[in-house]
């Protein structure tokens, strides 16, 4: 890596690392005299607690603690914060029902916490857990997102005499309404945006520590960020921010999944501080299912205004979005002000008008996951766009490309608010359309009816809007060692940004790469960060970073003029080193660190080169692209077989092309997992949760996938200096769509119209029994 600019598909500096089991994650993590925890949940979804006995279970050898609600309300510990109340459509405020870390007098979902053991082992927390004496009044429970508005059904909150959480709008309805009522067509799906196990390879685990001298907590946490968990912590336990220092090690992967607060992170706090020891807690995979924020859960209908000559004129949404029992952080912000932002997408539309409705049920907390919101619109928008053009015997691209915003509209301002700044739909419509043949698609369909199987073709064109802080923070530092330490405000759980921040760094201080680590994940040594999320990451600290080395480079043209005997403004910089312009002479900018550093060491008066800026984020922005699939189907038994994957995109300027196409790869297998594979089940009845292991929810497998293919179209941003655009959750959105259009494409001539997600082999089967008979 030591000569190379950017742009380059350099190797990942991490992997090595990693790959040779020298990864330091949450669970690997032992302090002295560390005591373990386990958190006891309830087995029902819906009842009033009666009674808990823990006289049993705190007698048992090895236990230090039994905790309830009744603990932590008489050291006045606080709920799990909503940190988004709404307006709703009527003017007034969302309400906001406590979130509380044990439940008080009631549980809500399967799995919800009662109480947290704390024990020397694991074994005698786990034997005390089973020794504890709940007694339960059961209730009904309703986990049915469609239905649970529905007159009769049970209450999750009863206090709030309705299961609706808010009720929310964007958009100019009238001005929607009108459109919709001078159309020549109008095409209407209602599509299940269906409910996701995250399933992130690292299970979610936490190590805290109390330091009484000093008043302070220490907790390790495998988190996208440990800014945000620091400042949720410090108002559940009343106290200041800087009583918290949040160090995350490395991550497994984090999907949205990992962001927030969780009980977890309260309990092994308190518990720390009560019994002045370490404690740790970590899930395993069957408690994940229970306790970890799942994804998605949306019904949504969705309408299209169409011009006799088939212009687009206006979509209109009403979108019925699953909260859990519980608003968890950030819950009611992903289907409304995350989601909607893309519902425009490429397309012209004249007005856009979107209702969310949020529903309580009995089921665990929905927040983010890849992509948060924007996949789900993206999907409604791809799906309605392909019924329209069959419904009006239009070519599905051609329909596309009619209606797309054109390059010259830029800056196009949507009816949602949004501004993008750049992007040139067509052509990467064209390009994915001629590298995949669509035109030579009918012969293959012939061949694989010969066969007898169904054979799709299925597209669709994404438009991701990114997110996340205003503002990122980045520091540089040259260590006594001789190297230089880049801090950053953000958080890698495995996308590849060691290597991209090194690449930035030695691109701009002319630094060999070797000589070059990112520290990153504690938030005493790096005091601000924004976290990762949004796919925000690269142009957020990229921006950050560039800002504070070209601050390295102003300083050390001031220290190099000193140094040197000459003045700044005859100091140059490039490739690494200071010279006097027009002059042999010069001095790298590592030495002059070196100097500097050994001079104010000694005392004496030296600018050091270290810096630290702050980078206000003054744009997101649009990653887009045409995902194709082309898929057969064996109607016998239901079966897909994905044949071919496409991806075009333009994620703006690639600072490493091989981890962009990695971080697509990795999008458009969760993808394929929702559209084909997962099924999250809660039983009707008890509320239980079905699909609870590994064993009955299906995660997509290396051999369902072919070889995927990405090619990058980089059209810059022009929001930003670096042109980028954002590139870690477009592959998770483009692809639900893209298969779905391509099973429904297989079995038009079936004559099914409409599938929705997960489409199983046995929903298949069951639909082409169904217009058989």
């Not at 957020?540 to 560039?546: C, F, K, M, T, Y």
Request: with cysteine; proline share 5%; glycine share 10%.
């Amino acid at each position: 890596m030591t000569k190379f600019g950017l742009a380059q598909p350099v190797r990942r500096v991490e992997d090595p690392r990693l790959l040779l089991g020298h990864g330091r994650y949450t669970d690997d993590l032992r302090l002295p005299g560390m005591l373990h925890g386990i958190v006891l949940r309830s087995p029902h979804a819906a009842a009033a607690i009666r009674r808990i006995d823990t006289g049993a279970a705190r007698a048992l050898p090895g236990v230090r603690a039994v905790y309830t609600a009744a603990d932590l309300a008489a050291d006045g510990i606080g709920s799990l914060p909503c940190a988004v109340q709404l307006d709703n459509r009527d003017g007034g405020k969302m309400p906001l029902p406590p979130h509380p870390v044990l439940a008080q007098g009631a549980v809500r979902h399967a799995g919800d916490p009662v109480a947290f053991v704390v024990a020397d082992t694991i074994a005698a927390a786990r034997d005390a857990a089973e020794a504890i004496a709940v007694e339960y009044d059961t209730g009904s429970a309703i986990v049915d997102t469609a239905g649970a508005l529905d007159p009769g059904a049970p209450l999750v909150w009863p206090e709030l005499g309705t299961n609706q959480a808010f009720d929310w709008e964007i958009g100019d309805k009238a001005a929607t309404d009108r459109l919709f009522a001078e159309a020549a067509h109008v095409t209407r799906l209602t599509v299940v945006n269906n409910r996701i196990v995250v399933n992130s390879l690292e299970a979610r685990a936490a190590l805290a520590s109390f330091d009484a001298g000093s008043g302070r907590w220490t907790l390790y946490a495998n988190t996208q960020g440990g800014w945000l968990v620091k400042g949720f912590l410090k108002d559940v336990f009343a106290v200041p921010e800087d009583r918290f220092r949040v160090i995350t090690p490395d991550v497994g992967g984090g999907f949205g999944m990992k962001l927030f607060l969780y009980a977890e992170h309260v309990l092994t706090c308190y518990a720390a501080r009560k019994l002045g020891q370490p404690v740790k807690w970590a899930a395993d995979r069957t408690e994940a299912f229970l306790c970890d924020t799942q994804g998605r859960d949306n019904v949504t209908l969705g309408e299209l205004a169409i011009a006799k000559d088939g212009t687009l004129l206006a979509l209109r949404t009403r979108n019925v979005a699953n909260m859990g029992a519980y608003l968890s952080n950030f819950g009611p912000y992903i289907p409304t002000l995350a989601g909607t932002s893309v519902l425009a997408s490429v397309y012209r539309f004249k007005a856009v008008y979107a209702n969310v409705v949020g529903v309580y049920t009995n089921t665990v907390p929905v927040d983010a996951y890849r992509g948060a919101g924007r996949p789900e619109s993206n999907y409604l928008v791809e799906r309605l766009v392909d019924r329209a053009a069959r419904e009006l015997g239009i070519d599905r691209a051609a329909f596309r490309r009619q209606n797309m915003v054109p390059p010259e509209a830029m800056p196009h301002a949507t009816p949602v608010g949004k501004l993008y700044d750049s992007g040139d739909f067509r052509t990467v419509l064209d390009a994915a359309l001629a590298r995949m043949d669509w035109a030579g698609f009918p012969a293959r369909r012939a061949g694989a009816r010969a066969r007898g199987r169904r054979r799709g073709l299925g597209l669709a064109y994404y438009l991701e809007a990114t997110g996340g802080d205003p503002t990122e923070r980045a520091e540089i530092r040259f260590a006594d060692d001789g190297f230089v330490d880049v801090y950053v405000g953000t958080q890698s759980t495995g996308q590849g940004h060691e290597t991209a921040y090194v690449q930035l760094t030695s691109n701009r201080l002319g630094i060999d790469a070797e000589k070059i680590r990112i520290r990153q994940g504690d938030t005493d040594t790096i005091p601000v960060g924004g976290g990762t999320g949004g796919a925000r990451s690269l142009y957020s600290e990229g921006q950050a970073i560039l800002l504070t080395a070209d601050s390295v480079i102003e300083k050390g043209r001031k220290a190099a003029a000193e140094a040197l005997e000459a003045a700044t403004a005859d100091i140059a910089f490039a490739g690494g080193t200071f010279t006097i312009a027009g002059t042999d002479r010069g001095i790298d900018i590592l030495t002059l660190a070196a100097t500097q550093r050994r001079k104010a060491a000694a005392g004496e008066s030296a600018l050091t080169l270290d810096t630290a800026e702050v980078a206000d984020i003054k744009a997101h922005t649009f990653p887009n692209g045409c995902h194709m699939a082309e898929v057969e189907v064996d109607p016998e038994t239901g079966t897909v077989a994905l044949i071919r994957y496409l991806v075009c995109d333009d994620v703006g300027r690639a600072v490493n092309p091989m981890i962009v196409k990695g971080q697509v790869h990795g999008g458009v297998a969760q993808g394929f997992g929702q559209a084909l594979r997962e099924h999250t089940v809660y039983d009707p009845a008890s509320g239980q949760l079905l699909s609870g292991s590994l064993t009955d929810y299906a995660l997509p497998r290396a051999d369902d996938l072919p070889d995927l293919e990405v090619e990058l179209l980089e059209i810059p941003c022009l929001s930003n200096p670096l042109g980028v655009k954002g590139a870690g959750e477009a592959g998770a959105v483009g692809s639900p769509p893209a298969l779905m259009n391509a099973l429904i494409d297989a079995l038009a001539e079936d004559g099914i119209e409409t599938l929705d997600m997960p489409a199983t082999p046995e929903r298949i089967w069951r639909a082409l029994q169904t217009r058989v008979a």
